[in-house]
Every structure is written in C-alpha cells, then in structure tokens.
C-alpha cells in the first residue's frame, strides 16, 4: 500500500524495506523513550541521570546498556525448559513489532491499511501473554512462576476493558481500519478524546499499563516481592530481548491510544501527508511521559485490587460507554 | 471387594480419590536470605497456596556477630565501638542506655551539656532511622520516587551529626559520664568553644524546618495516595495486647494504640524538660504504622528545636578515674530507640571489663510476631508487613 516511488518494486524487497522500516522504528521509538525514562525519572527523584556516555546529557545511555547486555553470557538455568525458555523473549518481541504494521504514521506512510486493522492489533498484542506466561513457567524459579501466572492474570482481565473501550471509537468512526478512523476524526474536526470518547479513552489508558505490566500494575516483576518475576533468569541478550518489548511495547500502545484518541497524524492545519508522522510522534512522547510520570509517582497496586478494579469498574464503564456510543451514533 | 463396602464408606473412598486426583500442592518458597525487601538477611520460610501464606517460618541468625560474648573480653569504653554496630541505621541511639547503664553502676552525674548534646543527637537518629522508613517502605510497595526524596533530606541529618561526632553511621562519640571532648583536649572548660562545631544550631534549625517540610512532603506524596492506602490500610493488623505479649515496642507498640513511650518512663535522658506527643496509631494496621512513623519524625523535630533554644554551658564530662573499672553489680537500663526498646544488662565483677553483658534489641521482638501475623495475608502482604515493621537484621541478631 506504500506508494514510496512512483515505480513497481519487486514483492520481496518492498517486504524487506517494510520489515527494516517497522524494525527502524520500533527501535527509534522505544530508544528515545528509555533514555526519556532515564532522564526525567532522575529529574523527578533530585538525580542528574546519564551523564557521560555519548558527551551532552548522556543520550547514548540507552545504546550503551544495550550493548552492555550483549556482552553478558546468556545463561540457561539447569532446571529450565531450554527450548521453551529461549523461545519466550522472541515470540513477546514478535507480538510487539506485529503491532507497528497497522499503525499510520500519515494517510499512506502504514505498512499494511487493515481493514480489521485495530482487530488486529488487540488480536496480536494479546499473544504477548503466551511469551510472558512461557517465560514464567520455563524457567524452573518459584519466582518466575508466580510472576508468570499473575502476567497472564493480568493481562487476561485487562484485555476485555481494552477491547470494550476500543469498541466505543469503532462505532463512532465506523470502520476498524486505522486510516480510517483517524479520517474520521479529521472529518469531525476533534479527536475521539474530546468528541465523544473520553471515558474510553481513560479506561483504554489504564488497561494499557496493565497490558504493559508498568507501574501501578507491574505485578509480575514486582522488584519487591519476586525479585524479577518472569525475568529474574534472564540475562544477556534475551534479556535485552524482553526490555526492548517492554518499550516497543510502550510506544506501539501510545500509538495506537494516539491514533484511536488522540487524532493519530493529524493536526489542525497540519498537512498530515507531510507533518503526519511527527505529529504523531509527538502525541505518542505525551502518552510516553503521562506512563513515565505515573510510573515514578505511584506505588503498586495488589492481585485482588487489580482484578477488582478491572472486573468490578472498568468493565461495567466501559460496556456502559459501548451502549452509550451505540444510542448517540443511532439518535444522531 | 466394594461390596463389603457400606455405601458411606464408598463415597469416603471415591470423595479421596477425587481429591487426591485433585490436589494442588502448596508452594514452599524461600524469601531471603537475599532477597530485595528483607532488610539484609532474614529468610523466610513460607509456604504458599497459590498467593496465599499458609504458614511461615522466620529463620535469623545470619547476622550473627557475637556481639554479647565479643563484649565479654573488651574494656567498657571499647564496647560503645560494637554497640554502634548493631541497630546501624541509628548508631548513636544505641549507645546511649550502655552509657548510661555504666554511669549508674559507676553512679557518675553526668554534665547538664552533655545530657543535653546526648539528647539532641539521639533524637537527629531518630529522625535519620525514620527518614530510612519513610524511604524504603513506598520502595518496597512499589512506588521508587519517596526513596530519593526522604534518603535527600536524611542526608542532611547525617551532615549534623557528622559535623558534631566526625561520623555519619558509626559516631563512637559517647565517653562514660559524658560525651567526646573536643579534639586535644580533656573535660577542660577552655574547650569548650569547640565542643558543638561552629553554626551548628543554627544548621540544625535550618534542618528541622527542612524535616518538617519533607514530612509535608511525604503526605502529599505517599499518605494520602489511593493506592498506598490500599496496601496498607487493614493490612496485618496487630492488636494491641498480642503486640504486648509478643514484647513488640517502639513505634509498632504505639501504632496499636498503646501510649507506651519511655522518653517518658524513663530518665536516661532529660525528656522531661521538652514537649513532645506521644503518636499512637488506631488500627495497628500497616498504615498505622507508616503514619506513626511519620509523626514521630515532626514530633522529634520538635524535640531538637526546643533542645537547641537552650543548650546549657558547662563541662562536656565528669570526672572520671583514668582506669574505669566498674563496681561490683548488676543493673538494666533501657531506652526508648528509633525501633523500640533496648536495654542493657550489665553484670560487674568489679573489673575493667563486663563479666555478662545481655543486649535487648526492639527487631527482635518486633521481628517474633512474624509468624502469627502473616499468617493468612497474600506475598504482597508478607512485603507490606515486614516493611512497615522496620527492623534491621543487625539489631535482630546483634
């Protein structure tokens, strides 16, 4: 669906850019965002952060941690699943990157326009549960076990209000491809968080930290009770692996909560073929930050109060919301 | 066979193999001896249905120092270098009752000023082991930020107490029948100048005001937070004649609802001539326990400001023999720390060094309510409680 040049490219090398370009930016969003982390969580706890690496303000800090990493031995515990423990990084990473094929960075620049494209965002971000709960339970550690079971705990209650809310927008724009409900915003004049759907935008908010495993929901790497959680065998580049995800994650989700919310690539009075991707971008750092700031503000909630708010408030909203949608888009 | 079987006894036999087809084994899991959130090296036995504590078991000891039997071959001033060692978040706090204990056998009046300097710097531990709380126990539910705030404004605790005694942790800075002179010289009194480092009220009144306004600070920032109170609220409630049984003491006791202070028992210390509250919590829950805590750090505050107003002249010591040599008897003397009661129980042979020497330290009871009081709660309970109950592992195992 790229037309990049005017030419006809061969099927595989347009398959081949399109790969490097989701990997491009999967990696120029999520560093950005943990350096981003590094730096305003120094500022909100009287630190100066990174310093050194890189010369002005340490901005090669987040390279150089990667690079850290790859150099450490990747350790397998004697009593792991070996097979199922490697797998488990890679197929959380798949289910992350999957997620950055329908997002539109402006009316043509998205790897693939879905017309079930949020469908299928919420179909394949849910497999990320599979890699955590793999992880958890591969890697022969009570700690890791307790903290995969509560990830998928978790992440399964906080799918449904996700969904739910996600609902509300789809029926206002009408359609489930994300270029088309941006255009729908851009027709209405305001984005969904103003015309219409700020309850839903609150709660897809929330789910998201919990889908995310970030503060106040990170449960299942709990630092305090289960050292690590899932990760706490994990080293090296596996590890890496997962931390990468964790902020690949971050930016996927702020991307499409952007995009569903927030207006996605347009702006008023913004060309959205030509300033699209950095209006996006932009909304998706505001997103970044409001998870960075509660993540640095907050305490951690605990398993029966996380289920309750899911089961007992934000699913009953955001059903509520759906038939409200639903009411206003047949009255009007 | 089955028909010898009454039919009661057969569905006995057919509910067990349903059962045992069924069964889901608990989860025996080691918390510690390393462990993120306990305090150094306490392990915890506990055994786990699904989140929930069944039971558990502390296990302690790998702190072990010796200190009681390390005190039986040093001389009496040399004791108050281990002694400082065992509660280390609030050094000089725990040499106070040793000195005291001493001077009561030696029956030697200790100098007004050096009361008071005494009292001054035990109350500034306090205030550093509370800031040590406040810090870690939002770390230990989760929120990381309080940490750097309340470790900040501890630092500036430290500074105070580094300017008076030369250390942060470990001060050493208590003689028997008084505190250190100033450096090269004796119990002069043309010393004296020296004896408190130049600015030093006036530092340590710019100080309060900055405790006073981190304990603001933390209200807004951790007290009233929904979800903090969610963790605590309710958490392990400890009732007050269970918290008396099991000898817990110090801000816990208080946060069960008894006004147990012994500032206010005992006269190791000049309490008497300062105003303070004694805090005391409802509920003898978590939170309870944090606010206790928190109240405590404005209440010593208070203590410090009116102590500074009036800091009386004289000499640092009194008069003691070169060779202290301790007469024959016993005696316990006991105090009010930042974690609780601790005593000293002194026997004298009449030599120059102690013939028994038995440390009672606030962790240790504190730490023995443990078992029955996780009992029942969930993993993230067992962090809440343990956290709230401020302990360090080298007042537990001295």
Redesign the interface.
Known sequence: MIPLVAVEINFYLLLVLKILAITGVMLGGSLPIIFGELKISAHMQSRVGPYYAGGRWGWAQPMADGLKFFQKEDLVPAAADRQVYKLAPYLLMVSTLAVFVIIPFSPDLIAADLDLGIFFALAISSLSTLGVLMAGWSSGNKYSLIGGLRAAAQIIAYELPLVLAVIGVVIQAGTLSMVGIVEAQIDMGVPFLIGGQAVAFVIFFIASLAELNRTPFDLPIAESELVMGYLTEYSGFRFTTFFLAEYAGVVAISAIASTLFLGGYGFWGLDSALFGPFVLAAKVGILAFLMIWIRWTWPRMREDQLQTLAWKWLIPISLANIMVTAIFKVVF | MSQTLDPRAAAHVSEVAVSVELQTPG?T?NLGPQ???THGVLRLVAELDG?RVVNVEPVIGYMHRGYEKLSEVRTYPQITALVNRIDWVSGFANEIPLMVAVERLMEIEVPARAQAIRLILTELARISNHLVFLSSY????????P???AL?EREHVLELIEGVTGGRFHPNFNRIGGVKPAAGGGSTQKKLAQDLPQGFLSETAAAMDRMLAICDDMDT??TG?E??Q??TKGVAVVPPDLALAYGVSGPNLRASGVAFDLREHEDYLPYDKYEFDVVTGENGDCFDRYQVRLEEVRQAARIVSQAIADVPSGPLQAKVPRVIKVPKGETYVRAENPKGEMGYYIVSDGGRIPYRLKIRSASFSNLSILPWALKGL??????ALLGSLDFVLGDVDR
């Not at chain 2, 939002?138 to 930020?145: H, I, K, V, Y």
Request: aromatic share 4%.
């Open positions: 989860m899991i462990h993120p959130s989140e939002p770390l230990e539910l989760g929120a990381s930020t940490l750097m705030h900040r920032l951790v937070n979800i903090f969610a963790r969930l993993v993230p309970d067992i962090i």
